[in-house]
């Protein structure tokens, strides 16, 4: 079967062509691809930052949704036409992380959209373990958004956020702004720190309070606004070294401070800060199912504004451009492209 797909070529260029996708195989869902979003990673293998990982030959995307357009031998639970998702990690089974039970950070774990082809085309052969069904009312365009809100649900759960908490997320981009919201659902009281101020102004607009490091000592202002005590739980969503220094300088005593950003170098860290007030420093990578059913809750609880944080929709023809203009905008929250006419 033919159909289209954008295919990264490096040097900042897709091609959007016809290529063939073979039926199912056992164990195998296809999809008809409705809409993917364009998250952070994208942009960085779009700049040439993975082009040792990625090549020059592969189809990327993954924050997506869809229907099943067919279903290999062995495949059951799932119907064509189905809305779903994808939940975009194929793990090996057999490592220790595996073994332990935590197989979205599997040793061997293939990132769907990364390691192998994904989802900036219009039929997509993907595992049938990675397939989340949808409620038949939800919009497609809104359930492209599960994949980054599942991120936020993972990273509020590894920090375990209670009703009460005062958090401050640092960073104001689309993960952070969802870590924001699922924190809030939580019942913390979240602050967001940024110096976007159109981001900021986004933050504020849903009920935020906001801080802009560049005319804000963040770290004391955090501390004043809670009576001396500081951030509960802090997180780092900034990728940034003044981010690094803020999450040890807000955090409260025993504070737990959640890295969730992944910092293209290493970043230094105040290491006594964690010694004289007992901090606990939190990894927090992807996601399990668990998270993706969370998200797909939180969406259907209206807990994110679909319609104001999808910043723009284009089509599959105009990646190019799509991906050139988010370059250039840091106001975006979140740009989508519309791959089929399946919603």
Known sequence: MTTQAAIYRGDQKFSVEPVTVPAPGPGEVQVDVAYCGICGTDLHIYLGHMDGRVGFERTIGHEMSGRVAALGAGVDGLTVGQPIVVRPLDHCGNCPACHAGHKHICHNLKFIGIDSDGAFQQKWNVPAHTIHALPDDLDLSHAALIEPLAVACHDVHRGKVRPGEDVLVIGGGPIGMLVAMVARDAGATVTVAEINENRLAFARDIGFATMN??????????????GGKGADVVFEVSGSQPGVELMTAAAATRGRIVMVAIHA????????????????????????????????????????????????????RDIQAAFKTLTENPNAMKSMIKITEVA
Not at 284 to 308: F, H, I, N, S
Request: glycine share 4%.
């Open 213 to 226: 490091p560049k005319d804000t000592d963040v770290a004391t202002a955090i501390h004043d606004a809670t």
């Open 265 to 316: 170098s290493k970043p230094q860290i105040d290491m006594f800060q964690f010694f004289w007030r007992e901090l606990d420093l939190i990894g927090a990578r992807v996601y399990g199912p668990e998270d993706y059913d969370q998200a797909m809750a939180l969406l259907a609880k209206g807990v994110v504004d679909c319609t104001a944080f999808i910043t723009d929709i284009q089509p599959l």
